[in-house]
């Protein structure tokens, strides 16, 4: 069996987990992203009665236990375990290919985690029908459990991709609240952060992503580390929480309800900007944009000069994605190609799905 998942790009970003779920990955604020189409993981599981092995196999590379990469899938399969203790009478032989560079700020993890819990969700329909039917079948608590393997994999969940919608579920300003931790109640929580789809890909069928390769090499700061530092050295981190909840957030879902581009690219190069700020007032400071990143800001900031025609986005890496509208296509790309010879032009897309 085999199956295909998506990565996506976060236009109103995830950076910093939740103080009493951090284990469990839940953000201290929402975020909102578009499915990819065209950069995905596939992943083939295979599963045989035993005592919860993991094999892991990434990009035609054993990976072994005792190698850096093998961390979060090992995590991920122990905390499953935790929730689903029938899972653990398994032995896992996971292979995993992602079509473009991994670990380097194109969120591998992302599709690589969607892909391994969408694995899961078809593997252990016939095998265990009710575990299936508590926590698999649905796509919200699918998503969860994607979550677990890596927080951004929640948004690549959703069947019908295109505009999606990660929940914070709980409010972290009040993470010491009075009710009691029981099954009952770490079930509710754990299940309460969750992603849905808002608008599938064809309701804005004209706008494109391009993906800049500024660098395809590793980055030096995960983003689980780098997130945890702001989030505990950072004095302003909490404003910025604030404000992406309660006034981009908002802004962000009408704008692309409205199909309001100029909108739009106002709130996704703030909330990037906003994102990089919070990386570089951490302590010590961290920069994921270099020189050719400031090169491509400055060309999106001259070509809308006149009116809005791109918005640039960066993750934990110095790879800029730009949205544009298919109009402006050519016009963005030739601007672009002035400082960044390699360029991948795509568009939303749809989610996870089985392919063997
Ligand atoms: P990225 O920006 O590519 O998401 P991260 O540092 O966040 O980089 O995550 C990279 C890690 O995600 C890898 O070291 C590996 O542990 C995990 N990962 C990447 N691809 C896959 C995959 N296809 N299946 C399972 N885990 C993966
Ligand atoms: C900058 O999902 O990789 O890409 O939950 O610790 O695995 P973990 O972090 P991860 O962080 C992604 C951060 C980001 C922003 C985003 O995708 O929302």
Redesign the pocket.
Known sequence: MKVKAP?NIAVLKYWGKHPLWEEYHIPNKSSLSFTVEGLY?E?ELEVEKGNGEIR?E??GRE?TPDM??????GK?LKKVFKIVPELKHYNYY?K???NF?????????????A??AKALQVTFRELEPQVYQKYLADERKLSVFARL??G?ATRSIPEQGGFVAWWRGLDPHYPYGPEEVTPATFEKNLFASYAESLFPPEHWSDLRIIYTHVEKK??KI???AGMKQTVKTNPVYWSWVDYDEYVLAPKLVEAVRGKDFSTFAEVAIQASDGLHAMMYYTYPRIRYLNDTSEAIIEKILELNQEETKAAYTF???PNAIVFTLAPYENEVLSSLKEVVEDVYVTRPGKGPEVIE
């Open positions: 990565t993981t992943t892991f990434l990009n990976i850096p990469e093998f961390e979060y899938v991920f996971v995993s290919h992602n560079p991994t670990a380097a700020g194109y969120a591998s993890s992302a599709s690589g985690f892909a391994l393997g890596s951004s590793e980055k995960k983003s689980r993750d934990a890496g």
